[in-house]
């Protein structure tokens, strides 16, 4: 929190995007009792214990809500299931269903994940961080779009192109939806809110505006008309040089970083935003003196300034636990 005030802490705090998954045992026991991946997300107790889970192993300075982006189709009567080593599957949605979508009952639906929140809050540490999130509209409007995860989300883009006055009716639902779902999950008891835009990188400049940057903008807006000291943190993953643009048009109070863009370039950004992440997911994998120069990296290049420790994304389940121990370890001075 003190870091989004601008601050710059050493050693700086860390987290991981993903941090309760499928890469501990302990995740992968609770979520076997669970049943579907869904089931966890809407169980307060178990929800609340997945996310508990990295904070009692490593330490981390903050917890994020277990849940997933795709709970507001979810919670919009949309059917969704994840699928073993298939991923998010959804009923697609053309123009017409898109009419007959209301956000009305959205949250009433969403209660137990901020029963978890309320959870969490008492659970938690005083000194640990509490992150609720959501999906960017673009990002959750691709799954819904396609049905599934695509390798460019070329069906979102075509629907895009070809039909943008319904394609605005269905983000600006989702902009509302997701207004006053972070809104309910900062009451419930989030510290601070992450919008997720995994999908950012996909669109031209036009369409980065109008369906990234200005609905992130719309979001920021209508939470802090309710919550005007709202703490908001951006994930624009991988737009390169929009990344200026984006934190300039929406107004957020940090900027999460994927890897892919240069130094002085996250160096710049910082000057003007509190930033997180840009460790590559990847060193955390290989180990070794590839991930102690990754860390070293950024400590270096943005540690003199406000900076969260994190990764350009989420961790993956084949990361050894060891390596995340010598990531944190290493952060905060001690190998
Ligand atoms: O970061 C956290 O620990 C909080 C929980 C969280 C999850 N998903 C849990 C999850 C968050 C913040 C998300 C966000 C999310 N979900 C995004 C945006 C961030 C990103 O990673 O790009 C997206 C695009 C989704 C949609 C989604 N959910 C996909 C594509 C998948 C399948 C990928 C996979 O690893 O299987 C999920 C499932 C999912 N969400 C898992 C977890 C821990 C794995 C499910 C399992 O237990 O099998």
Redesign the pocket.
């Known amino acids: 929190m003190r870091v989004m005030e601008g601050e710059a802490l050493i050693p700086p705090p860390i987290w991981m995007?993903?941090?309760?998954?499928?890469y501990l045992p302990e995740y992968r026991k609770v979520?076997q009792e669970a049943g579907s991946?869904l089931d966890l997300c809407y169980t307060p107790k178990l929800a609340t214990e997945v996310t508990l889970q990295p904070i009692r192993r490593f330490g981390f300075d903050a917890a994020?809500?277990?849940?997933?982006?795709?709970v507001i189709p979810d919670a919009l009567g949309i059917d969704v299931r994840?699928e073993e080593g298939r991923?998010?599957v959804l009923q697609p949605v053309d123009a017409l269903a898109i009419q007959k979508l209301s956000s009305d009952g959205a949250l009433r639906h969403l209660v137990p994940v901020l029963e978890t929140v309320e959870r969490l809050r008492a659970a938690l540490p005083h000194e640990t961080t509490l992150l609720g999130?959501c999906?960017a509209p673009w990002?959750v409007a691709t799954?819904m779009i396609a049905g599934h995860?695509t390798p460019d989300q070329g069906p979102a883009r075509q629907f895009a192109l070809n039909q943008p006055d319904a394609f605005q009716q269905l983000i600006d639902m989702l902009v509302e939806a997701s207004a006053q779902y972070l809104i309910a999950q900062i009451k419930a008891g989030a510290d601070a809110v992450q919008i997720?835009d995994?999908w950012a990188s996909v669109l031209d400049a036009e369409q980065f505006s109008r369906w990234c940057a200005k609905p992130v903008a719309e979001i920021v807006k209508q939470v802090r008309s309710e919550v005007p000291e709202a703490r908001i943190i951006g994930f624009p993953?991988g737009v390169g040089a929009f990344y200026r643009d984006y934190a300039a048009q929406t107004d957020i109070d940090m900027l999460g970083l994927d890897w892919t863009i240069p130094r002085t370039f996250a160096q710049q950004l910082q000057k003007d935003t509190p930033v997180q992440g840009y460790l590559d997911p990847q060193r955390l994998i290989a180990g070794g003196a590839a991930l102690d120069q990754g860390v070293d990296d950024i400590l270096e290049a943005l540690g003199a300034g406000p900076l969260v420790f994190n990764l350009g994304?989420?961790i993956t389940?084949q990361t050894p636990i060891t390596h995340v121990e010598q990531m944190i370890a290493r952060v905060r001075g001690k190998a």
């Open positions: 995007m993903r941090q309760a998954g499928r979520r991946f994020i809500l277990f849940s997933d982006i795709l994840f991923g998010p999130f999906g990002t799954y995860g997720f995994s993953k994304h989420g389940p």
